[in-house]
């Protein structure tokens, strides 16, 4: 980090891609020292995958946003509003969520198929 002048490195929101060995370079007016090396491992966290079609599950695995899968068919019925920086992957399933206005599609991949048109059944 070139030009840094803190005491301290701070990732936020570290990344894989933030992996590394770290060490710093202090100098001062009386020369330079070298710290040892401090070893940076970012492990990301496990797939969360909803396997079971309940509100209880699908709100388990949202606690962290991100992806999450859900791997079952059925209503998922809603007690409170989905996380923001939650993306819900149900690819391969239908699945209806339901809750009084609870959820609000902000993106829906191109590769959906449209809910079927009911017919007039008068």
Do not use: K
Not at 32 to 37: K, M, Y
């Amino acid at each position: 980090m070139p030009g840094a002048n803190s005491s301290s490195l701070v990732f936020t929101n570290a990344q894989v891609a933030d992996a590394a060995s770290y060490d710093v370079l202090v100098t001062n007016i009386n020369g330079s020292l070298t710290s040892t090396v401090a070893v940076l491992a970012v492990t990301p966290l496990p797939p969360r995958v909803v396997t079971n079609c309940s509100g209880a599950d699908l709100y388990s695995a949202m606690v962290r946003g991100g992806t999450v899968t859900i791997a079952c068919d059925g209503t998922i019925g809603l007690t409170a509003p989905i996380a923001y920086d939650t993306v819900l992957d149900a690819s391969g399933h239908s699945v209806t969520l339901s809750g009084e206005g609870r959820w609000r599609v902000f993106y829906v991949a191109t590769n959906q198929e449209p809910y079927p048109h009911q017919p007039d059944r008068r």
